[in-house]
């Protein structure tokens, strides 16, 4: 996916961040595909500090239009069952600085799907602006280890041969283990 975004930078290169930010917003309404290789095709096309720029930007737009787009289809769903977990209700009930500090918060944690963070705070309580600082403030963080640990990883640095040995350590253990447990 990565080698087909770069090459369509290249064939439109006036206008490829805005293509960029087009992807991203894409990515951000879907909710659930990972912008690990677009942040891939920035970096290679623009360079480590301006495609990062791009892919922040990209995010901080999608997390804004998909923010608006949940909250007018989806505010409504807030009245229901699904939403009866702690956590959940806590998120959707929260306002000012509490919403503020919990986007905030479940932005800086890397296991935390950002499309359901967006999708929960659109249907709770917290204003735009705040979702918007809020988001912003927790993606920059992890963008920017995503940006470094990309980076590294498609220049072959010793850091990135590291990168690629633990999560391939990781992706072994995971599969091992529900190996085990389909056995058992």
């Known amino acids: 996916m990565e080698e087909q975004v770069i090459a369509l930078f290249h064939t439109y290169p006036s206008i490829a961040f ?3 930010i087009a992807i991203n917003i894409g990515i951000s ?7 690990v290789f677009l942040t891939a095709a920035n970096l290679a096309v623009f360079g ?3 495609g990062t720029f791009l892919s922040f930007v990209g995010e901080a737009v999608g997390a804004i239009v998909s923010f608006l787009l949940y909250r007018k289809g989806f505010r409504k769903l807030s009245e229901t069952k699904w939403f ?3 956590k959940v209700k806590r998120l959707l009930a929260a306002e000012g600085k509490e919403a503020f ?6 932005r800086l944690l890397p296991f935390v799907p950002s499309g359901i963070v967006t999708f929960v705070a659109a249907i709770g309580r917290i204003s735009l602006l705040l979702f ?8 920059l963080p992890a963008l920017l280890l995503e940006a470094y640990s990309v980076y ?7 850091q990135g041969k590291v990168i690629s040995t633990v999560f391939a ?6 599969t091992w283990k529900k190996v085990v447990q389909n056995k058992t």
Do not use: D, E, H, R
């Open 152 to 158: 590294q990883v498609m220049n072959w640095t010793w």
């Open 48 to 50: 480590f500090w301006k």
């Open 18 to 20: 805005l293509i960029s």
């Open 169 to 174: 350590v990781f992706l072994f253990i995971f």
């Open 84 to 86: 009866s977990y702690p």
């Open 101 to 106: 500090l919990l986007v905030l918060s479940l």
């Open 132 to 139: 918007t600082a809020a988001s912003s403030l927790g993606k």
């Open 29 to 35: 309404i879907l909710g659930v595909v990972p912008s």
